[in-house]
């Protein structure tokens, strides 16, 4: 909570600093992928606040409506973000490729999971029986391996941002501009590190109680 609460306090303070050079966070989304060869992507805008993503099965870059539309830093540090993952799919980052294909399973796990659990544990409670419990565990093993592949993608994206943006004049002009960008992004990236240690405390919770009673 303290980090999301942080994280969205400092956006919301870099989304009141415009950007000297006057792009909004299309034009840098455009402006990056153009500078890596890359035109098979196409930059678009989605409804909700820091809905930001991309979708590697159809190649777009999605950006919420004050990203998109956005002239601030904030919104250029998260438009060259997302536009990471793009450059990463290009350059076959493997860890990217790696999350992709775990994105169907992991889906259909977290949809199922809690009910998975619930039924496990009272199954454990009144009858001994640890199957269900088990499945529910491995389940939870698979989105916690998940949050922990997510963790190199995103901090490589964010690199490959900031690299980008520290390297062309022409968005950022001012060092301080980049300092804010970067910090932005530490705050972004950390949320990812709380939610693998959160899933990976569930996880061992869980276990624990598996185990305990075997």
Not at 16 to 39: F, K, T
Not at 162 to 181: C, F, G, P, R, V
Request: aromatic content about 10%; some cysteine.
């Amino acid at each position: 909570m303290f980090v999301q609460w942080r994280f969205r306090k400092k956006f919301s303070k870099y989304a009141e600093m415009q950007l000297s050079s006057g792009y909004s966070g299309r034009e840098v989304a455009e402006q990056m992928l153009h500078d890596n060869g890359i035109y098979d992507v196409t930059v678009m805008s989605t409804e909700g606040q820091l809905s930001d993503h991309y979708n590697p099965e159809d190649k777009t870059v999605n950006l919420s409506t004050d990203v998109y539309h956005g002239r601030s830093v904030a919104a250029a540090a998260v438009a060259a973000h997302e536009c990471g993952h793009a450059v990463q799919q290009a350059r076959s980052y493997h860890w990217l490729e790696l999350r992709t294909n775990m994105v169907p399973l992991v889906s259909i796990s977290s949809n199922l999971l809690q009910w998975v659990l619930i039924i496990g544990i009272l199954l454990i409670s009144f009858t001994g029986s640890s199957v269900v419990l088990t499945i529910g565990v491995l389940g939870l093993a698979l989105i916690t391996i998940f949050s922990i592949i997510s963790l190199p993608v995103e901090l490589d994206a964010s690199r490959r941002a900031l690299a980008w943006l520290k390297n062309n004049n022409s968005i950022m002009h001012t060092a301080d501009e980049n300092e804010q960008a970067k910090d932005a992004l530490w705050w972004a990236a950390m949320t990812y590190v709380v939610a693998a240690l959160g899933a990976l405390a569930n996880l061992f919770y869980y276990a624990s109680m598996l185990f305990g009673r075997r």
